[in-house]
Nanobody, 131 residues
Framework: VQLVESGGGLAQPGGSLRLSCRVS????????ITWFRQAPGRQREGVSC?????????????LYTDSVQGRFTVSRDIAKNTVYLQMNSLKPEDTAIYYC????????????????????WGQGTQVTVSS
């Protein structure tokens, strides 16, 4: 199992970046993926999750933490084994190392932002928002 993030970098406030999480060793059909971030001196926090919709299985289910709702969009391309995080209207407070992680479920976990439900993590990609 491997998760590899990419796409980080420097962006100006109000700008955009798209992060990628390429996975191997498993199928995105079988597992949700959650994005976390950790800023210097702060705890790691959950950002967004994408997984199976448990009500009708027709579309993906997505979750966002309040601070990124309406600005960030998570998506996945199962054929490419990749999950994306499109980040728009970036703010300086979005500066952090961004990680993707795999829970042991197809759907986003009930306790989505709890670190202990995730065993597999990527190495992270740095996002810096500054003028």
């Amino acid at each position: 199992v491997q998760l590899v993030e990419s796409g980080g970098g420097l962006a100006q406030p109000g700008g955009s970046l798209r992060l990628s999480c390429r996975v191997s060793g498993f199928s995105l059909n079988d597992y949700a993926i959650t994005w976390f971030r950790q800023a210097p001196g702060r705890q790691r926090e959950g950002v967004s999750c994408i997984g199976e919709r448990t009500t009708d299985y027709s579309d993906d289910s997505t979750l966002y933490t309040d601070s990124v709702q309406g600005r960030f969009t998570v998506s996945r391309d199962i054929a490419k084994n990749t999950v994306y995080l499109q980040m728009n209207s970036l703010k300086p407070e979005d500066t952090a190392i961004y990680y993707c992680a795999r829970p042991q479920s197809r759907a986003c976990p009930v306790v989505t932002w709890a670190h202990y439900v995730y065993e597999d993590w990527g190495q992270g990609t740095q996002v810096t928002v500054s003028s």
